[in-house]
């Protein structure tokens, strides 16, 4: 879409991420040639990064005794523990490599603060914490995000309701996403975007 109040957003298209990888989406890959496809139509993308430090408060290897997704409390609240990924540097937080987007314009890497979780490319786990991606999009005239990536339940959903908390019209690409689905996380989801006013669509229904 060659409109600027448009803009993609490609949420965590990164190696461990993939089937195969420390914390794999099943058929993660499989968004990849949806998400290339899509953004050719997209005269204005942003990609997002998980770029975790190796102590990082989310890694279940960080806690003594416990396991990944077993649950923590914290002091901005409930935390799943997950099995090391994406830490900075490394070849599982390279975004794939097929991912062809060489037009993007800007990247958001989150995660990086050791003591905080970030799921949402918008605010990070503590809701309090923001990325700076509100700002831009709106010093670029964005009014709509369009979301997909990795993973439904989790980044992509956080950052679309976030998206909507910051005031944009919210579109979200079924087929260009996968999901964890941890103990009916995709189901909730839904069931919270469908309430914020997230539209759900598919690719081929896109008119560009």
Known sequence: MKDVSEVLLVIDVQNDFMP???????HGNEVVP???????????VVLTQDWHPASH????????????FETIALPYGE????PVHCVQGTEGAAL??????PHARALIRKGHHEQVDSYSAFVEADRGTPTGLAGYLREHGVKRVWCCGLATDYCVAWS??????AGFEVVLIED???????NGSLDAAWRDLRAAGVERVQSAGIAI
């Open 20 to 26: 195969g990888g420390a914390l794999a989406v099943a």
């Open 34 to 44: 949806v998400i290339n496809r899509l953004a050719r139509d997209f005269s204005h």
């Open 57 to 68: 408060v989310s890694f279940a290897a960080n806690h003594a005794g416990r396991q990944p």
């Open 79 to 82: 935390q799943v523990l997950w």
């Open 96 to 101: 794939h490599r097929d991912l062809d987007v």
């Open 160 to 165: 679309a309701l976030d998206a909507r908390a």
């Open 176 to 182: 260009a996403c996968r999901a964890i689905d941890l």
